[in-house]
């Protein structure tokens, strides 16, 4: 029996990558209550989107877009519906979603979930209690659903790591 606390994970409901081709601002407002789904190795996580910051492109100053075009931001540039993770600080994995058309380098940072499914292996993963906050924070986000730079540039409509209504 399937409960309002246990929602159906499957990547058949995963948002079309051109779900993704509009303003980054637009979809940091849709992405909220969206479910946020890894599948690595053996574990499946995921956690309702509760907080969401938008980024507009190399005119927008707090943009990593504006000051560099190499290495992970590359990422940015290319097609919506496509991730890109990269390091706060060297160490903490932060989870963005590019928007817009290819050329922009637009996205939207999810800043933290309400875990849902998973959370005992969130809270392993970050070698803490479980608790409703575990994912509360974009580098605490990214360690507890296992996401890595390796996961920049990967297609978000399919496993290991897609987003779902």
């Known amino acids: 029996m399937v409960t309002a606390s246990e929602p159906i994970i499957s990547p058949e409901r995963a948002l079309g990558l051109e779900w993704y081709a509009r303003p980054a601002e637009q979809v940091a407002i849709d992405l909220l209550g969206c479910l946020l789904v890894t599948a690595i190795g053996e574990h499946v996580t995921a956690g309702w989107v509760v907080e969401t910051e938008a980024y507009g492109g190399p005119e927008d100053p707090a943009s990593h877009a504006s000051f560099r075009r ?4 590359r990422a940015m540039w290319g097609p919506p519906g496509h991730a890109y993770v990269y390091r706060a600080y060297g160490v903490f994995p932060c989870f963005n979603v590019v928007t817009g058309q290819p050329g922009e380098a637009s996205a939207v940072l999810i800043r933290a979930i309400e875990p849902a ?46 987003i779902q209504p």
Do not use: Q, S, T
Not at 70 to 73: S, T
Not at 125 to 144: D, N, W
């Open 117 to 162: 499914v998973g959370i005992e292996e969130m809270a392993r993963r970050l070698g803490v209690p479980a608790g409703p906050r575990i994912a509360a924070g974009p580098g605490k986000l990214g360690r507890a659903l296992g996401l890595a730079v390796e996961y920049n540039g990967l297609a978000l409509d399919r496993p290991p790591v897609w």
């Open 70 to 73: 190499h290495g992970l931001v």
